[in-house]
């Protein structure tokens, strides 16, 4: 091999080697994966009682759980296992449970997620009442409370059953919306 054919393949292969290093230093840089795992929580609380407060200062929701987690990304809390209480304008207050709850940033709305069972004491003019339903969404501002899961409401003489159901606390009413059906125990008298 003679020494111009030598000398040509140690240019060649820098040339090739320098081609190929600002290829590399000149391609574009990929960017790292956008899904950095579940949203992390900001602070957890354990074994802890929660307050909400209405615009006039009064409570619209009082909570105790074993465990919440605060959403760094949105504000919105996450509640482990929930026991409730939403007091009542007039009457008493509805006690309830559930398996898990959501508290949206302002604290305008929770939603109840699982098994929900909520309970009211008698009034003068209304029997204690028992709501056995799921999924319920309650919208604290209105007095509003929506599922639309299967829903059972139980008063003194009265087993009702449906498909959804509609709670409006300031004007003390419940609808039921499909699939209803109701069970009513007369007492019987003795002779």
């Not at 840089?29 to 900001?42: E, H, I, K, W, Y």
Request: aromatic residues 6%; proline residues 7%.
């Amino acid at each position: 091999m003679s020494q111009r054919m030598l000398s040509l393949i140690v240019i060649l292969a820098a040339v090739a080697g320098a081609s190929q290093l600002l290829v590399w230093w000149l391609r574009p840089s990929v960017a790292p994966p956008s899904f950095a795992g579940p949203p992390r929580s900001s602070y957890t609380l354990h074994n802890f009682s929660l307050t909400l407060l209405d615009s006039n200062g009064r409570p619209s929701l009082i909570l105790n759980a074993p465990q919440l987690d605060r959403r760094n990304s949105d504000a919105s809390l996450f509640i482990d296992q929930p026991q409730f209480v939403l007091p009542q304008a007039q009457g008493p207050a509805w006690k309830g449970t559930a398996q898990y709850a959501w508290i949206n940033a302002p604290g305008t709305e929770i939603r109840l997620n699982g098994r929900v069972r909520m309970q009211q004491a008698a009034a003068k003019d209304r029997p204690r009442t028992r709501i056995d339903t799921a999924n319920v969404t309650a919208w604290l501002p209105q007095h509003l409370m929506r599922s639309a899961a299967t829903t059972v409401i139980r008063q003194p003489g009265v087993t009702l059953r449906g498909v959804g159901f509609v709670a409006n606390s300031a004007t003390h009413t419940m609808e039921l919306l499909a699939h209803v059906h109701g069970l009513y125990q007369t007492s019987r008298s003795t002779r």
